[in-house]
């Protein structure tokens, strides 16, 4: 079955570590997408990458990093410069053609204690 | 600009119909999208519309669309028990070389007996 894998489904961690959040799809996707959610707010767009070996920032990269190497794989690294890491993150691939539209992983809760 | 909204919760009688509204502000949107959420789970693509259509609908979902007034709606006719989540709206920002969505902050759909 062709899909998003996100693993861990939570994820604790200390205040101070980064941690590393995975997302994998099967799909052929070029385009992938890493969104924050938080209570009461929409998806808020920390990166995205277009193609392998290439990505920008969204609207609230800061703390965070990711990295490209395979088209199938697009890792997101919170680190310790994130003020509020807590949250649930949603990784997303794009389905091109006719209509653009996102296609989403299960997500992955993080809390840092 | 890209600010989507919509209202926080809507309750409605199972049986009922159920209309969700959202307003965007960018008009050169091209598509425009309403997610499904469910507690803990990842976004599931429910329709979406394009920008030169007035309306869609696929069986008990009927989205209207008024530009105009960017405005988007998202009618559910005999809404179930299995139709409480959350519902968002999305539209496309389109850059040079890519596509990018902003999203509401969701609208709590319940639906009682």
């Known amino acids: 079955d062709g899909g998003i894998t996100q693993s861990p489904k939570y994820l604790f961690r200390k205040e101070g570590q980064n941690v590393t959040l995975s997302c994998e799809q099967n799909?052929?996707?070029?385009?992938m997408y890493w969104y924050r959610q938080d209570p009461g707010q929409g998806l808020r767009l920390i990166y995205y990458?277009?193609?392998?070996?290439?990505?920008q920032k969204g609207d609230i990269a800061e703390g965070y990093s990711v990295s490209r190497e395979k088209k199938e794989s697009f890792p997101l690294t919170v680190t310790s410069a994130q003020k509020n890491p807590t949250a649930f993150y949603l990784c997303a691939s794009r389905i091109p053609g006719q209509g653009n539209e996102q296609f989403f992983g299960p997500g992955t809760r993080l809390t840092v204690l | 600009g890209e600010d989507v909204e919509q209202s926080l919760f809507l309750s409605v009688r199972e049986g009922d119909s159920s209309v969700i509204n959202c307003t965007y502000t960018d008009s050169s949107s091209t598509y425009l999208y309403w997610y499904k959420q469910e507690p803990g789970a990842g976004l599931q693509l429910l329709t979406y519309i394009f920008s030169n259509m007035d309306m869609k609908q696929d069986q008990r979902l009927t989205v209207l669309l008024n530009k105009k007034d960017k405005h988007l709606s998202l009618r559910i006719a005999d809404t179930q028990t299995g139709d409480s989540a959350i519902y968002f709206c999305?539209?496309?920002?389109?850059?040079?070389?890519?596509?990018?969505?902003?999203f509401g902050a969701g609208t709590t759909v319940t639906v009682r007996a």
């Open positions: 999305a539209e496309t920002i389109r850059g040079a070389n890519d596509y990018k969505l902003s």
């Open positions: 799909l052929n996707h070029d385009a």
């Open positions: 990458s277009q193609i392998v070996n290439d990505f």
